[in-house]
């Protein structure tokens, strides 16, 4: 059974330029969360994607979008790089009938450095 | 807003050593707390969940209860092992928000080294 898997592992960009983070969520798992996690630093939430619905979103600029396609993968896009979105990238999917119980599963991340 | 705080690490300890990681919570309402573990290398994993007050959580001997009289979730080890060195994050789901979505607050995190 493969859990969540994310790509690309590592990727450097320069300012100004544009991002696409992918992950597949767990066999089964219907409902994808974005996490942004600087280093020493706890991840922070960005959206989460559910039937192809944005349905929540964290304190993150327009800049950063998603999408989640029919088969509940998901993509995280981010516009006019900064330096400070230089972090961890975490996807993390769970089943919405799971309801409060908090068990994410996450993928290893997408390392983003922006030079 | 909700929000986690956590003990600065890192916690440096001997194996066998007694663990305890300190973490309190503000939140509206009553949110689930949990303890999630980020091995070297790894994504981020579940090590255990307490949904309600009074609940202890426990797993691979890690222990954690959820207190709300003084809001914290204190995660606690018995003897430690070389091989629980990692990064520890205390969280809240946030359950305000219907639909069941399964939104985490984390806090910063605790870097543990046990030595041999």
């Known amino acids: 059974d493969a859990g969540v898997t994310q790509s690309p592992t590592h990727l450097i960009k320069t300012r100004g330029q544009q991002v696409t983070l992918r992950c597949s969520p767990k066999?089964?798992?219907?409902?994808v969360s974005w996490y942004q996690q600087a280093l020493g630093q706890g991840p922070q939430f960005i959206f989460q994607?559910?039937?192809?619905?944005?349905?929540q979103r964290g304190n993150f600029p327009d800049r950063f979008s998603g999408h989640q396609f029919p088969n509940y993968s998901s993509e995280l896009n981010v516009n006019a790089l900064l330096l400070g979105d230089s972090a961890l990238y975490l996807c993390?999917?769970?089943?919405?009938?799971?309801?409060?119980?908090?068990?994410?599963?996450f993928g290893e991340g997408s390392r983003l450095t922006v030079l | 807003g909700d929000s986690v705080t956590q003990m600065e690490g890192p916690v440096t300890l001997s194996e066998e050593a007694f663990l305890t990681i300190n973490c309190t919570y503000t939140?509206?309402?009553?949110?689930?707390l949990f303890w999630y573990v980020q091995y070297p290398g790894e994504g981020l994993q579940l090590l255990l969940k307490?949904?309600?007050?009074?609940d202890k959580g426990s797993n691979k001997g890690f222990e954690a209860t959820y207190r709300k009289e003084t809001t914290s979730f204190h995660l606690e080890k018995g003897s430690v092992q070389v091989s629980d060195s990692a990064v520890y994050f205390c969280?809240?789901?946030?359950?305000?928000?219907?639909?069941?979505?399964?939104?985490?607050?984390f806090g910063a995190g605790t870097r543990l080294a046990v030595h041999p």
């Open positions: 969280a809240l789901s946030d359950r305000r928000f219907s639909g069941g979505y399964n939104k985490l607050i």
């Open positions: 066999s089964g798992h219907d409902t």
């Open positions: 994607y559910y039937e192809e619905e944005e349905r």
């Open positions: 307490a949904t309600k007050a009074d």
């Open positions: 939140a509206t309402g009553y949110p689930s």
């Open positions: 993390a999917s769970s089943l919405v009938q799971g309801a409060n119980t908090g068990e994410l599963f």
